[in-house]
């Protein structure tokens, strides 16, 4: 594309910059976000990406809740949150601006789509008077650009009808951002001549609008400069930009190959889950069997049925779908067979905020069934990370003989980062250990089969899928006696199996790593202590008071339950420990009631995961609650006061 | 991949041996029965037992399933592998086993709460997708286990624990809802005819895809005699109408009673002699249309008239797991097989010196 290549406009360097692409949700901005990180992954930018999307499919065009957005923070640097407020704004319509502008910081860059910022529009997104008339965006720096005439005029004379044409507007908002931040356009270009193959008009109205805003930029004589963020420094290495969502199914196809199971999915469409069952679907080639089942319960009650028969049974599901699992994950306990539950979870209760992310399954996972019914719980704290947890999880239901509840978010499930490709041959080997023939002598001498004796090391009973002679054997929800697996109703044997179970699983802990903590002077007094996709936030966080002169350690937990061994031993050696959480303070609960320390609980319930900036606030607080205080030549600028923590919530 | 289906069943060379010749004693668990003295499962439980050896199956390669309920008890006494699960879902089950072991023989024992009132999904999903299984659904119209409650298929003004005055619901027909949901194999029999169970059962198990039969089952502490009216020996001949393909539907004790079919399409029970042999409907089980077998199946409104027995329709359809699996092996032959490198690298991806 030698019509795009850059003229002598000055570039500026800079280390980061944080775009929020914001429109209707048939404008196309997931689209025109996802575009722009590809291409700067390509470039070698540290990424991470926060798609904030509507329930609705397409809620009136116009309105508030209509609005789809796409955040995306590139950087030279390594990076671990989509960033707190965006640098630059894209706003194709009022509602894109309204709904957008409370998160921005004063300086931050406005460009808006001029053409719909007319009156009708407006009035819908609740405007009573033009915001870019009136003075209200005098903080910012605000550029207006008429992107639907310049989309639909560039199309003319192609033969593109101008209702059509306007469709394309995400490409031009694309091209120009293309230009302000020096991405090149080839690998959208190509992406679109792919993409759009059989449609030659659509192709063509897309790529014509792409290259307008491009030259848009580098001829409107709006801006003053574009920008450059160089390649981070990134380990060596081959590198993709992933979703939570694909590296789990990725995962589940890597521990299929692994293990030499067949890998089969039962599962129903649920938001945010839905994309793992899409991308499994398309890779029979691995022999993946995915069923589209009736409901959440033949989702659950098929993979078990697959488990039994000897296959990697998995099933995924989010919200509402997880309390209808209950029952058969209680049976899965009973039986005793691999079984992988991938909970991505959302905003609750009941139906709740669909496409919003939350944490407050844990407990759900943890204690979500009648009766004694533990199993163990794995939890992903980056998009890339799924795929690792996901082998783990698959690795403790297939060394364990137990379900698995492997939890995600809605946040990791959209949300991107580069990954370093793992080397295949690196990844760990999972060994069925199938039942190879009968394992017990009867009084008089003759082999037989005991479904439920257990192997001394790790309590698991032995996997024997139908199709071996001598090995017949019946397995069922009543309470079994321990050894032979006979129906068994005597309350002795009841409590020794109860024990036996619960026993299998705490026994985990001495086969999972310690704590994972980041404190490499150990002379750390504050400890922040967190799971799941609060990772990123505590990072950034955790860096910034260190970057204060703060002392603070900070630790994730991969495994909730059991918890790691020394995980007792690790939080009494820390003065506070602070537990943020997207929920109200489950994990806080789990360790109160665990380790009796009286950890200070950290929690926000919007939807939204954390902001850098609030995680940095609360841990100063709670130095500044400690008497701590500010370290020398730093005045805890920017720290709340206790009453008025900046976003979310403390509780002592 | 671990292929079960090519597990050793003959030492490990790969090559299939014939089944060795069984006896209803192998096919029995050592496990003690423990249904109520007298109740109709008893002889369900034998005409399987027996049938067993007949079809030259392995006990290894069988595999019942069940829910929750009296029938359900059903795996724990067959020397197979067996599956009891919870209540409803034994389709659902099902389906994951047969679609990734289509070397299994999968059947499925369920009653007519477990899989007409909590399992109805799983029931006519299962029919729909035509998964390979066999289900035998005892109905005897009432809920035993939890102690005489109405079912799903009791009659109207039941009088039960929880209908003292009278249930108000209309039954389900089993036969016509299986036949709804695009069933391919559909039958009925009852408790006091071991053979007709037998030959009902052998045909089912025959059928590649979802069968469905529906078992009269007397209940004889809560439901006791609900089929007496047309199962009782003295009252079989007038009662019950054998439908056998390809011959006039008729019965009675000299095959004096018939169907014909109204010029308005509707089916009647006929004196053969009025209305002569030649105006009898012809049984046919193949019929692609459902619509004859369905009107069979509402000839009868209750146990208490003439009540067709036996296949009412045998069409094969795609079975669910077979094309998922051909499936499979398109994808394969088309992409070659699952790379999973290359699969890492299937993105756009990067290189960081």
Partial sequence: MSDTTRSEHPTQLIDRVVIRFAGDSGDGMQLAG???????????????????????????????????????????????????????????????????????????????????????????????????ADGSLSAFTVYEVPMTSITTEVSKDAGVKPRDAERSKNFFALGLISWLYTRPLEATAAWIEERYAGKTLVMEANLRALKAGFHFGETAELFESSYEVRPAELAPGEYVNITGNTATAWGLIAASTRSSLPLFLGTYPITPASDILHELSKHKEFGVRTFQAEDEIAGIGAALGASFGGALGVTTTSGPGVDLKSEMIGLA??????????DVQRGGPSTGLPTKTE???????????????????????????????TLEAVRLAVKYRTPVILLSDGYLANGTEPWRLPDVADLPVIDPGFATGPNHVDADGHDEFWPYLRDEDTLARPWAPPGLAGLEHRIG???????????????????HMTRLRAAKIAGIADDIPPTDVDDA???????????????????????????????????????????????????????KVLVPEVNLGQLSRLLRAEYLVDVVSFTQVKGIPFRAASMEAAILELLNADGVGPVPGDPLVGAPTPDQPANGKVSH | MTDLAQAPIDGGDGTPVPVPLTTRKDWSSDQEVRWCPGCGDYSILAAVQMLMPELGVSRERTVFLSGIGCAARFPYYMNTYGLHSIHGRAPAIATGLATTRPDLDVWVVTGDGDSLSIGGNHLIHALRRNVNITILLFNNQIYGLTKGQYSPTSEVAKVTKSTPFGSLEQPFNPLSLALGAEAGFVARTH?????HMMETFRRAHQHRGASFVEIYQNCNVFNDGAFEAITGKEHRSDMLIPLVHGEPIRFGAEGEHGVVMRSDGSLDVVDVAEVGEAALLVHDEHRDNPG??????????????????????????????????RQVERVIERKGPGDLGALLRSGSSWTVE
């Fill in chain 1, 34 to 132: 996802d575009r722009f990180t590809t291409s700067s992954a390509l470039l070698g930018n540290d990424l991470a990406t926060f798609p904030d999307f509507p329930a609705e499919i397409r809620a009136p065009a116009g309105t508030l809740a209509g609005v789809s957005a796409f955040q995306v923070h590139i950087s030279d640097h390594d990076i671990s949150t989509p960033g707190d407020a965006p640098n630059v704004l894209v706003a194709m319509n009022p509602a894109a601006l309204k709904a957008n502008v409370g998160i921005l910081q004063p300086g931050a860059t406005i460009i808006v789509n001029v053409d719909a910022f007319e009156e009708r529009n407006l009035h819908k997104a609740g405007y009573e008077a033009d915001p870019l």
């Fill in chain 1, 477 to 495: 929800g009543l309470e079994k006696q321990d050894g032979t697996g006979n129906v068994n109703y005597d309350g002795a044997n009841h409590e």
């Fill in chain 2, 292 to 325: 004859l077998a369905f009107q069979l199946s509402r000839l009868s409104r209750g146990p208490y008239e003439p009540t067709p027995v036996g296949i009412f329709r045998d069409v094969d359809r795609p079975e669910y797991g077979a094309e998922m699996a």
């Fill in chain 1, 521 to 575: 002077a150990g002379d750390a007094e504050i400890l922040v202590i967190g799971w799941g996709s609060t990772y990123g936030a505590i990072a950034a966080g955790v860096q910034r008071t260190r970057a204060r002169g703060h002392k603070v350690a900070q630790a994730h937990l991969m495994h909730l339950n059991p918890f790691p061994a020394d995980l007792g031993d690790v939080l009494a050696r820390y003065r």
């Fill in chain 1, 333 to 342: 306990i009973n039986l005793e067979l691999p079984l992988l539950i991938i």
């Fill in chain 1, 359 to 389: 944490q407050a399954d844990l407990l759900h996972a943890m204690y979500g069934r009648h009766g004694e019914a533990p199993l163990p719980i794995v939890a992903a704290r980056t998009p890339s990370h799924c795929f690792e947890a």
């Fill in chain 2, 191 to 195: 408790d006091m005819d071991r053979k």
